[in-house]
């Protein structure tokens, strides 16, 4: 019977884009296995809700939004971004982090789309 540490060693065995795909699935799909009487292994929704009830630091924060840490810092003190500060560090909710990065890629897409390009000479 494989146990998983042997499924891990294998997987890491494998090339590349192999170890993507599986990867993927299991973001995707969570672990199921194919007879239906045996409960899923891994339910990614309470996997996910799991993290989001953990606040993040400042460090987790500004690497989930993808920025750096004094941008982000820049940001909550112009109100762009909601934050508590306990003593000198911050934390943040992950369910307005998740907001507000959603909202700050679609801002910057659109900015980008509909940016005017220079004119040839």
């Known amino acids: 019977m494989p146990t998983a540490e042997k499924v891990i060693k294998e997987i890491y065995l494998l090339?590349?884009?192999e170890?993507?795909?599986v990867v993927r699935h299991i973001i995707e799909f969570g672990i199921k296995i194919s007879h239906h009487d045996i409960p899923e292994i891994l339910d990614i929704n309470e996997w996910q809700d799991k993290i989001a009830s953990k606040p993040f630091n400042l460090k987790q924060a500004s690497e989930y939004v993808g920025?750096?840490?004094?941008?982000?810092?820049?940001?909550?003190?112009t109100g762009k971004v909601s934050a508590y500060k306990i003593g000198r560090?911050?934390?943040f909710e992950v369910v307005d982090l998740k907001r507000f990065k959603k909202s700050y890629l679609t801002k910057k897409f659109i900015k980008l789309k509909f940016r005017k390009l220079p004119e040839a000479p």
Do not use: F, G, N
Not at 67 to 77: A, D, F, G, N
């Open 89 to 91: 560090a911050y934390t």
């Open 15 to 17: 090339p590349m884009k």
């Open 19 to 21: 170890r993507e795909k």
């Open 67 to 77: 920025v750096s840490s004094v941008t982000l810092r820049r940001w909550i003190k």
